[in-house]
């Protein structure tokens, strides 16, 4: 089967250095020169479509732009690129989410994919009135999901659930297509809701063997419901010419980190509810060297000393990055969900270097020239001061 790219829509803002963000953490301001306007976000979503990843993603949180509204916007400047649009559960009724989602759907052509978060910080949380634990977050979620999911198929729902309640429930007009729902979370109750109710289970980029163990354990549990379920992962890429001058463009990132940044992000970051950003946490181990960020061969963990959620990139040349992803196609991984900074020169670096390599291999096929002999030609001028490649 075809490898599925997505991309990134940094609407916390983006940099030649990292712009960090997440899990409770404020975006940093420091060298957040590229403000997430629509124009800005249009060029990359543009971009990314003309290269042939097939969706982006946009995040959730204090910390950024509303996805639900910036996507609807970008929108219209692309053609065929979809949206994987972040969101949480808690903060939307089940059935408002269902007639969005459907609405998405019918003005944008069928261009909708939904990330599911349930929230893994409680005084975030709090901050927009919900107020229940975490293993409470997930049993909502599945509530949730369960609600949208009978709307999505046209069914009346009912439901008298521990943390939602909805009757006589219907949709005047289901999406067509149904979004798919992806879904992540590394607790056990996390994994419960996974393999009950999403289609994609995502993880973010942990060495192979912590990968393959958790593809295992999702895939046990689904099967326990008689259901099968794609994977993807989250990862941020720095692929050049050669390995020295993908390793270059990670020291000088790493150079750009402020010391007082690294440890106030990190000491946010280490009270975090998060099984998955703990586990993040303990693969940067805070940095203590240089050489101990490369976690696994050309898997990097410096990212995640100043931003949190996904803080791991794969580092290296195009050859290696596309062996890397090889590495984890083996292990049962079909969508890979990436970013890099800036991100509209990394989609460039990654769609000419990366991509042409997995197609020549026969695992990669673009997906809009495959179905129209052609790609959309972006229609906005470049916004760096290089020529992309």
């Known amino acids: 089967m075809s490898l599925t790219f997505h991309w990134f829509l940094p609407t916390n803002g983006d940099s030649r250095h990292v712009v960090g963000g997440g899990h409770g953490t404020p975006a940093t301001e420091s060298g957040r020169d590229r403000p ?7 060029q990359i979503a543009r971009a990314a479509e003309d290269l042939g990843f097939t969706a982006a993603l946009t995040p959730t949180g204090a910390w950024c732009e509303d996805a639900w509204l910036t996507t609807a916007m970008v929108s219209q400047n692309t053609e065929r690129l979809k949206f994987l649009v972040a969101f949480r559960p808690g903060f939307v009724s089940p059935t408002l989410a269902a ?8 003005q944008t052509g069928g261009r909708l994919l939904l990330n599911v978060v349930t929230g893994g910080e409680s005084h975030e949380q709090r901050a927009y009135g919900d107020f229940l634990d975490k293993d409470a977050r997930y049993r909502r979620t599945g509530e949730f999901l369960q609600v949208v999911r009978g709307l999505w198929e046209g069914q009346t729902v009912d439901l008298a659930g521990e943390h939602l309640q909805v009757e006589d429930a219907r949709l005047a007009r289901v999406p067509d297509p149904v979004p798919e729902v992806y879904f992540g979370g590394s607790s056990p109750i996390a994994g419960e809701v996974a393999a009950r109710h999403v289609d994609v289970y995502l993880t973010w980029g942990e060495p192979p063997a912590q990968v393959a163990e958790k593809i295992a354990r999702i895939k046990g549990l689904a099967a326990q419901q008689g ?6 992962i989250r990862l941020h890429v720095i692929t050049r010419d050669t390995s020295g001058q993908a390793w270059a463009e990670a020291n000088r990132l790493l150079d750009g980190f402020d010391p007082e940044t690294v440890r106030s992000v990190q000491a946010g970051l280490a009270r975090s509810e998060s099984e ?10 805070g940095g203590s060297s240089r050489q101990s960020l490369e976690i696994h061969p050309n898997l990097w963990a410096g990212i995640g000393l100043v931003r949190g ?19 984890y196609h083996a292990l049962g991984i079909e969508e890979f969900i990436l970013s890099g900074y800036p991100h509209l020169e990394e989609t460039y670096w990654f769609g000419e270097g990366v991509l042409p390599k997995l197609q020549a291999q026969g695992l ?26």
Request: charged share 15%; aromatic share 8%; hydrophobic share 40%.
């Open 276 to 285: 998955g950003q703990q586990r993040m946490l303990a693969l940067h181990g």
């Open 309 to 327: 959620g996904a803080g791991t990139a794969l580092v290296g040349s195009h050859d290696e990055v596309a062996e890397r992803i090889k590495e």
């Open 99 to 106: 007639q969005m989602a459907s609405t998405f759907q019918r």
């Open 364 to 389: 990669w096929t673009h997906p809009f020239r495959a179905a129209t002999g052609t790609v959309p030609v972006a229609q906005v001028p470049f916004a760096g001061s290089r020529t992309p490649r």
């Open 227 to 232: 259901r099968t379920l794609r994977f993807g």
């Open 36 to 42: 997430p306007t629509v124009a800005y976000l249009s």
